[in-house]
């Protein structure tokens, strides 16, 4: 069992990585990547002594861009988490994210929710904000039932608590992928909401932007997705992911390696690590 995606509590997961480790161990997954967004120091924690542990780590990466208004999201992939281009974006990203969260902080005591941003802070137990965040500063203040909720009414794109956050580029994101001897991905393609030929013209930026693989299979679909993701992945001639975005067990509906399997006409995108055969 292979997952090439999940969120721990250096971004908008409840487990520490450690913790993410132990849950990985125990649903039997042989190679786990752990990909915060726009962050690698929960992986880059877990180094010190992960020989020592039968899962193989892969350090990895979920980072935010800009494309046409949208934010697409870019998996690194058994990357160097220490490489300086990367580091150098992630240090961009991070300062971003910071001016993002206090103008949400802003919006959401417009909209009656005081002292947001050190809510949210304390949720998180760090200051790399994600939306998930603001969205459990809603619950609690009584404003919202659930996350889902919460996005739809207050953090969605053109909702009253969004503010656009100036994320790099795709090809910006690819390139510090690539001089950190990692995979571009491009993540949860369904998840959008892009019309068909929208979506079709992102793999085709993304590809021309050298990106490496699609991630077909991602937490919980249906296998007709599936198939029509594995389809353009062939079509395009990309390597193929997989991973359930685990975050927690409270919001993810598919737990750590218990995503669908890959069709077998995919080229996986791990095809090339230094994976034992018969491990996964
Ligand atoms: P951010 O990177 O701070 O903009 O937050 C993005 C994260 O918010 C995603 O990775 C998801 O975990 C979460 N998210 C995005 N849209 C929704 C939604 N409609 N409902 C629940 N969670 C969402
Ligand atoms: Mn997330
Ligand atoms: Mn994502
Ligand atoms: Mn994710």
Redo the contacts with the bound molecule.
């Keep these: 069992m292979i997952d090439l995606h999940c969120h721990s509590n250096y971004s908008?997961g409840s487990l520490s990585p450690q913790e993410l480790l132990n849950k990985a161990i125990a649903n039997g997954v042989k190679v786990l990547a752990i990909t915060d967004?726009d962050s690698v120091d929960g992986v880059t924690s877990l180094l010190d002594g992960i020989d020592h542990y039968s899962i193989k780590l892969i350090k990895g990466i979920e980072v935010?861009t800009r494309w046409k208004k949208h934010?697409i999201h870019v998996l690194g992939l058994n990357i160097d988490p220490f490489a300086a281009p990367l580091s150098e974006l992630i240090e961009k990203q991070k300062n971003n994210r910071l001016q993002r969260a206090l103008e949400i902080a802003e919006k959401m005591a417009d909209l009656g929710v005081n002292h947001a941003f050190e809510k949210a802070c304390k949720i998180a137990g760090h200051d790399n904000i994600?939306?998930?965040h603001f969205a459990q500063v809603f619950i609690d203040e009584g404003k919202a039932r659930d996350?889902?909720a919460a996005?739809k009414r207050f953090l969605?794109r053109g909702k009253p608590a969004y503010a656009f956050c100036p994320w790099v580029s795709i090809q910006e994101a690819i390139d510090a992928i690539h001089q950190a001897q990692g995979q571009a991905v491009l993540a949860h393609p369904l998840k959008y909401g892009l019309t068909r030929t929208k979506l079709h013209q992102l793999i085709a930026d993304f590809q021309l932007a050298e990106g490496d693989g699609l991630e077909v299979v991602s937490g919980d679909m249906l296998t007709t997705e599936i198939q029509e993701m594995a389809g353009l992945c062939m079509r395009f001639q990309m390597l193929a992911s997989s991973g359930s975005d685990y975050?927690s067990d409270g919001i993810s509906r598919v737990s750590l390696g218990r995503q669908k399997q890959l069709p077998l006409n995919c080229t996986p995108v791990w095809q090339k690590w230094n994976i034992e055969q018969g491990t996964l």
């Design positions: 908008d967004h935010s934010d994600t939306r998930p996350m889902p996005f969605g975050h």
